[in-house]
């Protein structure tokens, strides 16, 4: 085990989340805000030094992680298994036209982590793979690494880390456009992930 430190940093925003619709796999790019967002969060995160920057391949988590490669000088790896949940038939809709077309299943879907949108995967399976990441991670040399991804996958990962229970993953929030959660590890012992911070970022 070599990795002691993990910041989980959500893209910025894209132009779907400005239009309020589901996302997914679907490779949406984004807006002024969000590479703002980007470039302001850059000092706030530098002061973990990560060694490592690890990026989701869809454009707008690539993008994010690229401001910060470029600002800090961090290499940046890309790996899809950062991806965010695939919704399957729900991706490019908004939340009003999934409740619509499947009555009810959104609401069941946002607080059971095994179930799966019409064609799509569940949040344990998307921690499952976001958790490969990490262990691969813990074969290296890097003690603290920055994945940037998507809301869905972090929130689960986070689940995962902590080993909570599967049931109680809904009771994590959601994460804003470019916030962080911090995980560590004790530095005497253990292997066990504590959480330092979630949903954490800059505001105003």
């Known amino acids: 085990m070599s990795l002691r430190t993990l910041v989980l940093w959500r893209h910025g ?3 779907y989340n400005a239009s309020g619709r589901m996302q997914g796999h679907l490779d949406s790019y984004l807006t002024d805000v969000g590479w703002n967002q980007a470039r302001f969060a850059v000092p706030a995160l530098a002061r973990f030094s990560p ?3 690890v990026a989701s391949d869809l454009r707008r988590a690539t993008d994010t ?3 910060f490669s470029e600002a800090m000088g961090v ?3 890309i790996d899809k298994r950062l991806r965010e949940t695939n ?3 729900w991706q490019g809709k908004t939340s009003a036209e999934v409740d619509e077309g499947w009555p009810g299943m959104r609401a069941q879907w946002q607080v059971d982590a095994t179930l799966a949108p019409p064609a799509g995967e569940t949040r344990v399976e998307v921690a499952a793979r976001a958790a490969e990441v990490v262990a691969d991670l813990d074969t290296g040399t890097e003690e603290t690494a920055v994945l940037c991804a ?3 996958l972090i929130t689960a990962l986070t689940g995962r880390l902590l080993d909570l229970p599967v049931t109680n993953w809904s009771q994590l929030g959601g994460i804003s456009n470019c916030h962080w959660t911090v995980l560590a590890r004790r530095q005497s012992s253990g292997l066990n992930w504590r959480l330092i911070a979630y ?3 800059i505001t105003g």
């Open 13 to 15: 925003e894209t132009d």
């Open 51 to 53: 060694d490592l920057i």
């Open 65 to 67: 992680a690229t401001v």
């Open 75 to 77: 290499p940046l790896r």
């Open 87 to 89: 919704l399957g038939a």
């Open 150 to 152: 998507h809301g869905g």
């Open 199 to 201: 949903n954490a970022g």
